[in-house]
């Protein structure tokens, strides 16, 4: 490999690696100059510097978490012999990286075989799909020349907390993945830790045929970095194994002799801690466990373990498993006791009907009063209430052994004795009547036909509640729903029309809900606007919800709360964008449960979300063609009032406005079924139901479908400003008519007009490649379709042709273009002399 090759590699890696701005400490080891190290703000640089080395040094080093900046000072962009200080941890701003290292068992100081080094990739795979299967992000995948890398995106601050989380975390994968031909490398926890510049060869030891000197690189790298929460790390620390007390009293026992008396196989033993672990080939407990998970610890001290890490295992240790093979061994430590309480409670639970949702999930109603109760099995609600039952029997409370007992003895009940039930969460439908649940303690629902409402005890449909959800007022059907405005100020009549449009289709079930999107500057009253919007179509006790960090908690956050309301964003990543646009039109979303065989936690999602931020938060095409974006004002200074007066006044017309939106439900049932429209939007339900509503309301309905489409228009605008692609090919084809050229001819047009329009090409949506760009742009193939541009690519040979036109434009080809001093043709562009595309990380 030449030079050149070399660092044009290096650079590749650190763009992947590194942000602009971001300080590294390059460091190579056991050179003539002995350590050699220098600190790096330029990518071309750190490149060549490195390159010299290349080849002639066991290893070249960076240091992957960014360096404080005032460490730049001790050799900037250049690197300096038998190096006196390097980065230590307190150097470290922040944590950006969660690193695993899978390193071959062999020889120090020399290479890895093939078979070795395949070994270590094999590895790394099966971590992937392991930790993917918990909720993990795509990671990078590379080749350190020896054996493989795994790194994951964080956002941990540098401190003490998040070194001994990572330190349990890469404990725990030694634990469950090291075996007896590759070490998961539990040293790399440290933030100033030094790792492989990818792109270089490494070279321990000699090279040789069957030891040879390879080169590193960088294999899988995703398209975006999803960050990996604390929550998901906390997740797997716990996963290790804690050391168990000393069960076995009688000297030292033949742990190994034992297994083979009783044809325990064992996959392979290896040294963990203080002791031996045995991985064995099947789970003792569960034969269908083939998957390596269970496990025997031996400690020096005697002390044994054992156990599996599937859920349904979750009860079994040594004492099971040796009373499985040796059943009179502990025989009177397990001497039945009475089982009075878990009795007491199952008989209970006999007045209760059980039956199963449409997730499997085990449910009960319960006749209090003159209504019935819906809770489910395992809920706080229906603990309490078997507690007071218990308690009124015996006069004593249950312990937690025996409530669990009951429980687990009515979970089958109702999965396997108990009918299947659909349940709905606020609103619900059935026989072409609709209902809303007013959450009060009584249960009361509001029954809503064609003609008219009426509030009911007995719905024929079944309400779930959580305990985020809030009563709502007894409404007031004589009220008018316009009395909103007087609350929530909005800048035009089209928004106005919308916003009123969409809290009355917010109580139609079974259709795709509209995402409403707040915006304005600060002291617009946004997040007041949208906690009234809430308090109107579904009250709960923490109506404002910021925004989680993982994509499983976004999703229980949207299947816990019908109207979920995220309030005060800046941005959203792409794989929260698409679980909103999921939540939006309706869907599901699954997620292996922990340590499960086959089982899935499925959550149904077909809510009303609702955003807010001081600019339009919504970047991706998909999620602002199903978003309405409404703009407010700001209040001026003279017109403000005191927070507890504004509630007052509003909570003065809640009923009122409630009422109004539910009669105005009621006439747009009547009107729905007339209602033919030529012409249907990508939210076409939203549509029809918006021209009745707007029908009922008196506004008629094409001037409702004026304001969408004005509203659409300018969520085009948004979608293409936001997206640095389209943005960028508006600007290109602004002065033409047509430009045609391969996908990679275009990614260089491309960066050479965001230059020129300072697009910011930094973002992580920025196409590094070609075949990246492809699908960027087929992302936003509609939105610029709206503004009369339209692109095809298809295969030309050895490269993709990539052909852009506008609509109505005759095929005329773009022979010169005048930019920056130089002509550039469409199909073989020069760039300016003092264009370097390697100047910065970017």
């Known amino acids: 490999m030449n030079h050149t090759d070399v660092e044009s590699k290096i650079v590749n890696t650190l763009q992947i690696l590194k942000q602009k701005g971001d300080i590294t400490e390059l460091r190579i080891l056991n050179t003539p100059k002995g350590t050699v190290s220098g600190y790096f703000d330029n990518a071309k640089m750190l490149a060549k510097s490195a390159n010299e080395f290349d080849g002639n040094s066991p290893g070249i080093y960076i240091t992957l978490n960014p360096v404080k900046p005032e460490l730049l000072a001790r050799a900037k962009n250049q690197v300096k012999g038998r190096a006196k200080q390097t980065t230590s941890d307190a150097d470290i701003e922040l944590r950006k990286w969660f690193v695993i290292d899978f390193d071959p068992i062999r020889p120090a100081g020399i290479s890895s075989t093939d078979l070795e080094h395949e070994a270590a990739l094999s590895l790394a795979k099966k971590v992937i799909k392991f930790l993917s299967e918990q909720g993990f992000p795509d990671p990078i995948l590379a080749d350190s020349g020896n054996g493989s890398h795994l790194l994951y995106s964080t956002n941990l601050p540098n401190n003490n907390e998040s070194r001994d989380l990572v330190k349990k975390a890469l404990e725990a994968l030694d634990f469950l993945f090291s075996n007896e031909s590759v070490d998961v490398d539990t040293t790399t926890y440290n933030s100033a830790r030094i790792w492989k510049l990818y792109g270089t060869k490494s070279c321990k030891g000699d090279s040789t045929e069957e030891r040879p000197h390879r080169n590193s690189h960088i294999i899988h790298c995703p398209e975006e970095m999803i960050e990996v929460t604390t929550e998901q790390l906390q997740q797997l620390a716990n996963t290790l194994p804690k050391v168990p007390r000393n069960e076995v009293n009688e000297g030292i026992f033949e742990l190994e002799a034992w297994l083979e008396k009783y044809g325990i196989k064992v996959s392979f033993k290896s040294p963990w801690q203080n002791g031996t672990k045995y991985v064995l080939d099947n789970c003792p407990w569960k034969e269908e466990h083939t998957n390596k998970s269970a496990y025997i610890i031996q400690f020096s001290n005697g002390a044994i373990g054992a156990g599996c890490h599937h859920n349904s295992c979750s009860q079994e240790n040594w004492k099971t498993l040796r009373a499985k093979y040796e059943p009179d061994y502990y025989k009177g430590e397990n001497e039945k006791r009475k089982p009075t309480q878990a009795d007491t409670l199952i008989r209970i639970g006999d007045e209760v009907n059980f039956f199963q949702n449409e997730l499997e999930e085990a449910y009960a109603t319960i006749a209090i009063n003159s209504h019935n109760e819906l809770w489910k099995v395992r809920s706080k609600t229906f603990k309490m209430w078997l507690t007071k039952r218990y308690f009124e029997e015996t006069g004593q409370a249950p312990t937690s052994d025996g409530m669990n007992q009951a429980l687990g003895v009515m979970e089958m009940k109702a999965m396997f004795e108990g009918e299947k039930r659909r349940l709905q969460l606020r609103v619900a439908e059935d026989n072409g009547k609709y209902y809303y649940d007013l959450a009060d303690k009584n249960w009361k629902t509001v029954e809503i036909t064609p003609s008219g409402c009426r509030i009911i005890e007995d719905p024929p449909t079944l309400f779930t509640r959580n305990k985020n959800m809030k009563e709502q007022v007894e409404p007031n059907f004589g009220g008018d729903i316009r009395l909103l405005l007087n609350h929530v100020r909005l800048k035009s009549e089209d928004d106005q029309i919308l916003y009123l449009v969409y809290i009355v289709s917010c109580l139609i079930p079974n259709i795709p809900h509209a995402v409403i999107v707040y915006s304005g500057e600060k002291g617009a009253s946004k997040s007041t606007s949208m906690r009234m919007t809430r308090q109107i179509v579904d009250p709960a006790v923490r109506d404002l919800l910021t925004m989680p960090n993982s994509i499983q908690d976004l999703a229980i956050s949207l299947a816990n709360n019908y109207m979920p309301c995220f309030d005060n964003l800046e941005s959203l990543s792409a794989a929260k964008s698409d679980l909103l646009c999921i939540a939006s039109t309706g869907g599901g979303f699954s997620k292996r449960t922990l340590y499960t065989d086959d089982d899935e936690t499925l959550l149904e999602l077909r809510r009303c979300p609702a955003l807010n931020g001081i600019n339009v938060v919504i970047t991706r095409s998909d999620l602002m063609d199903r978003s309405i974006l409404l703009e407010l004002e700001r209040i001026p200074e003279e017109e403000r009032k005191e927070e507890k007066e504004i509630w007052i006044a509003f909570e003065e017309n809640k009923a009122a406005i409630i009422g109004g939106v539910l009669q105005t439900l009621s006439k747009a049932m009547a009107?729905?079924?007339?209602?033919?429209?030529?012409?249907?939007?990508?939210?076409?339900?939203?549509?029809?139901?918006?021209?009745?509503?707007?029908?009922?309301?008196?506004?008629?309905?094409?001037?409702?479908?004026?304001?969408y489409r004005n509203n659409q228009n300018k969520s085009n605008e948004e979608a293409i400003s936001s997206h640095p692609v389209a943005a960028t090919i508006v600007a290109m084809m602004r002065e033409a008519n047509s430009w045609?050229?391969?996908?990679?001819?275009?990614?260089?047009?491309?960066?050479?007009?965001?230059?020129?329009?300072?697009?910011?090409?930094?973002?992580?949506?920025?196409?590094?490649?070609?075949?990246?760009?492809?699908?960027?742009?087929?992302?936003?193939?509609?939105?610029?379709?709206?503004?009369?541009i339209t692109f095809e690519i298809r295969h030309g040979g050895d490269a993709k042709k990539v052909t852009i036109k506008k609509v109505g434009s005759n095929d005329v080809r773009?022979?010169?273009?005048?930019?920056?001093?130089?002509?550039?043709?469409?199909?073989?562009?020069?760039?300016?002399?003092?264009?370097?595309?390697?100047?910065e990380w970017d």
């Open 814 to 839: 773009i022979d010169q273009q005048k930019t920056g001093g130089k002509i550039i043709n469409s199909d073989d562009i020069e760039l300016s002399p003092d264009y370097d595309e390697f100047a």
């Open 671 to 707: 009107i729905y079924p007339t209602v033919t429209l030529n012409k249907l939007s990508r939210m076409a339900d939203f549509s029809r139901w918006g021209y009745a509503i707007a029908e009922a309301m008196g506004y008629g309905g094409e001037r409702f479908l004026e304001a």
């Open 740 to 788: 045609t050229g391969t996908v990679a001819q275009l990614l260089t047009r491309l960066d050479y007009e965001a230059g020129r329009e300072r697009i910011d090409t930094n973002v992580k949506s920025w196409p590094k490649a070609a075949h990246i760009l492809s699908r960027r742009l087929k992302e936003v193939k509609s939105n610029l379709q709206e503004v009369g």
